[in-house]
């Protein structure tokens, strides 16, 4: 079955302690991106990647970090979480990178305390 | 401004009601448009492409005008298991893939 996944779902954190949410498409897709979502602001774009090794910010990167040794994995990583980083992520792939429709994850709830 | 703008709502119909919401966008050269659904704190799924001329695939109607840069949701004879919220998305600048809106609820009611 074709999906992006994407783990833990949940997690409740405290500020400061790194951690790392994974994300994995089967698709072959070339481009992926994290997004978040917060209540008023819809989605937005922290980081996306158009392929192995190419990575670039979206339009809040600001703490966070990510990685892509693989074509398939694209994990986000909080090098030290604050309560301002309490939302729904999400992960994102597609085969183009404009015209294509975007397959999300089932989303990442943390919550920083 | 907003690239990409929705009306929030919530847009509250009764059952078997058509409903229609719109979405403006200001990247002039965006070829591509997409509606996407959304159920409570779930994935983005793709509800419908938004074609030049038009796409139709059931009770689902998406419209795209390019002169007043809009494109359009209609719902016919709305079911309760409609109640979500819609995204729109169109083609992103710069960095963005896509580029989405906030969101319109719709809560459809017995």
């Known amino acids: 079955e074709a999906q992006v996944t994407q783990n833990p779902r949940y997690l409740i954190t405290v500020t400061g302690k790194k951690l790392t949410v994974t994300c994995s498409q089967n698709?072959?897709?070339?481009?992926m991106s994290w997004y978040r979502q917060d209540p008023g602001l819809g989605l937005r774009q922290i980081y996306y990647?158009?392929?192995?090794?190419?990575?670039d910010k979206g339009d809040v990167p600001e703490g966070y970090k990510v990685s892509r040794k693989e074509k398939r994995n694209f994990p986000l990583i909080l090098e030290s979480p604050s309560p301002n980083q309490t939302s729904l992520y999400f992960c994102?792939?597609?085969?183009?990178?404009?015209?294509?429709?975007?397959?999300f994850g089932p989303g990442t709830r943390l919550t920083v305390l | 401004r907003k690239e990409v703008e929705q009306d929030p709502g919530p847009f509250n119909v009764p059952e078997g009601a058509t409903v229609a919401f719109n979405c403006t966008y200001s990247?002039?050269?965006?070829?591509?448009f997409f509606w996407y659904r959304q159920d409570c704190r779930k994935e983005p799924k793709l509800l419908m492409s938004?074609?030049?001329s038009g796409n139709e695939d059931g009770r689902f109607t998406a419209q795209l005008n390019r002169a007043s840069q809009y494109i359009s949701l209609l719902i016919r004879d709305s079911k309760l298991s409609d109640s979500a919220t819609y995204l729109c998305?169109?083609?992103?600048?710069?960095?963005?893939?896509?580029?989405f809106g906030s969101g319109t609820r719709l809560q459809v009611q017995p």
């Open positions: 994102a792939s597609s085969f183009r990178f404009r015209t294509d429709t975007q397959y």
């Open positions: 990647s158009m392929n192995v090794e190419v990575t």
């Open positions: 698709m072959n897709h070339e481009y």
């Open positions: 990247n002039s050269a965006s070829q591509s």
């Open positions: 938004v074609y030049s």
């Open positions: 998305a169109g083609e992103g600048t710069g960095r963005r893939a896509l580029t």
